[in-house]
């Protein structure tokens, strides 16, 4: 299966300020990347998928980036509500596997 | 949309257990679906994907042979039978719609809050 690798394991970032999240995969995912925010106790929320097409009713703060093995997630102007847990998750290749998170503090 | 699980609870490893997942707002029989688990304090694992038919069901290998995924599209209920189970089962298990009939690997467009089910003797 495609291993996938987010870092850092957290970040801390002061509100207004830009979050950016990395995922490698260990193979080349083309654009079939998709990217999950997980709010404390929520389920995991779509946030953008194909790589860079941002899900429905998703504000324009976020936004992703990348093909291949290498993308990003950056968050342009850090809000409160921004605090949680992000996924990112590829499906090229059944299985699709996920990255292990990475957690968005506000500092 | 929205997907809304049921049947987790405290079950003794070796017992079994069903999950339902009710849904409504999208055309159910047109989806495939898929049951995502998320151990406490890990990350998301996927279990299994059944087609909009059921004609076609897939299984990661920690569960292939214990759990079995089924759907009722004239109740636009999904199912997840646990049979077998282990410690290391415990975990939430959520529901999860993908925007194709397929059974291939998607993203997930909207999911459930989750039930969760513990092992523990």
């Known amino acids: 299966e495609t291993v996938m690798t987010q870092s850092p394991a957290t970040l801390s970032v002061s509100p207004g300020d830009r979050a950016t999240l990395s995922c490698r995969a260990r193979?080349?995912?083309?654009?079939?990347l998709a990217w999950y925010q997980q709010q404390p106790g929520q389920a995991p929320r779509l946030l953008i998928y194909?790589?860079?097409t941002r899900a429905t009713d998703i504000p324009a703060r976020f936004s992703g980036s990348g093909s291949g093995t290498e993308f990003t997630l950056t968050i342009s102007s850090l809000q409160s509500e921004d605090s949680a847990i992000y996924y990112c998750?590829?499906?090229?290749?059944?299985?699709?596997?996920f990255g292990q998170g990475t957690k968005v503090e506000i500092k | 949309v929205q997907l809304v699980e049921s049947g987790g609870g405290v079950v003794q490893p070796g017992k079994s257990l069903r999950l339902s997942c009710v849904a409504s707002?999208?055309?159910?029989?047109?989806?495939?679906m898929h049951w995502v688990r998320q151990a406490p304090g890990k990350g998301l694992e996927w279990v299994a994907v059944?087609?909009?038919?059921?004609?076609?069901?897939f299984y990661a290998d920690s569960v292939k042979g214990r759990f079995t995924i089924s759907r009722d599209n004239s109740n636009n209920t999904l199912y997840l039978q646990l049979g077998s189970l282990r410690v290391d089962d415990t975990a939430v298990y959520y529901c999860?719609?993908?925007?194709?009939?397929?059974?291939?690997?998607?993203?997930?467009?909207?999911w459930g809050q989750g039930t969760l089910v513990t092992v523990s003797s």
């Open positions: 194909d790589g860079s």
């Open positions: 707002g999208f055309t159910f029989s047109s989806s495939a």
């Open positions: 193979q080349s995912v083309n654009s079939n």
């Open positions: 059944i087609s909009f038919g059921g004609s076609h069901e």
């Open positions: 999860a719609k993908v925007d194709s009939p397929y059974s291939g690997a998607s993203y997930f467009d909207y």
């Open positions: 998750q590829q499906y090229n290749k059944w299985p699709g596997t």
